[in-house]
């Protein structure tokens, strides 16, 4: 069965890092995207970006000048950084995983970690 | 950017009755050279990550109740619940894979009249 724990800091100042790592047990971790997506309170959900596990990236145009994914696949973990954070990160933040079709790997997501919420306040 | 609008926002329904959630892609999520709809339902319950409930538009995800269904091609799809139960209480969102960024929709809050 795969799971997909995550942890990271949960309180942040303006301007700070925001820095998760999402750990994938269980299951392959090569071929698939594992992604990061967040969700701000109450609000609707948000694509960030995704990795592959040899390590290809693609981030969402409105966050990537902010945003580094990056994968250890010794571990079976990837990572989230998000510099200059504001209050409009303030979010549940999720990492997922990708599912792999017939057709291809797509970007739509099977598996979930279980969230983190990442609060920016002064 | 293919934006995904769904309505309504929110809709009650009685035990046992239909719900039918809606979606429209700002364009066409169909890719017609294997003619699949690059679109996805998901159920999020409170305080629960998302959970996958359909792809290519109609296909059910793997122990999906078959109550659930998607249909629809193109720019307009639909989610459908034949006879809602009270544990299909949730926030619907629809999502196109088609292109990145992989938007989704703002959601549909489903719950018991």
């Known amino acids: 069965q795969v799971q997909l724990q995550q942890w990271g800091a949960g309180l942040l100042k303006p301007s700070e890092t925001l820095s998760l790592t999402c750990a994938v047990y269980?299951?392959?971790?090569?071929?698939?995207?594992w992604g990061w997506i967040r969700q701000p309170p109450g609000k609707g959900l948000e694509w960030i970006g995704d990795?592959?596990?040899?390590?290809?990236?693609t981030y969402n145009p409105s966050l990537k000048s902010r945003v580094t994914i990056s994968v250890d696949t010794s571990k079976n973990q990837f990572s989230l950084r998000l510099t200059s954070v504001t209050a409009a990160d303030t979010a549940v933040y999720y990492c997922a995983r990708g599912v792999i079709t017939v057709l291809a790997t797509e970007r739509l997501y099977n598996y979930w970690g279980q969230g983190t919420l990442v609060t920016v306040s002064s | 950017d293919i934006v995904m609008t769904q309505s309504p926002d929110s809709l009650a329904v009685s035990l046992g009755e239909r719900a039918t959630v809606n979606c429209r892609s700002s364009?066409?999520?169909?890719?017609?050279?294997?003619?699949?709809?690059?679109l996805a339902w998901y159920q999020q319950k409170p305080g629960q990550p998302p959970k996958l409930l359909i792809y290519?538009?109609?296909t059910r995800e793997s122990g999906v109740p078959d109550r659930f269904s998607g249909s629809g091609s193109g720019t307009d799809f639909t989610l459908t619940i034949s006879s809602l139960r009270p544990e299909d209480v949730a926030v619907y969102y629809c999502q196109q894979y088609y292109s990145t960024p992989p938007l989704f929709g703002g959601g549909t809050k489903v719950e018991i009249k």
């Open positions: 290519w538009a109609s």
């Open positions: 269980g299951g392959s971790f090569n071929g698939y995207h």
């Open positions: 364009q066409s999520v169909l890719y017609t050279s294997n003619n699949k709809n690059y």
């Open positions: 990795i592959s596990h040899s390590g290809s990236t």
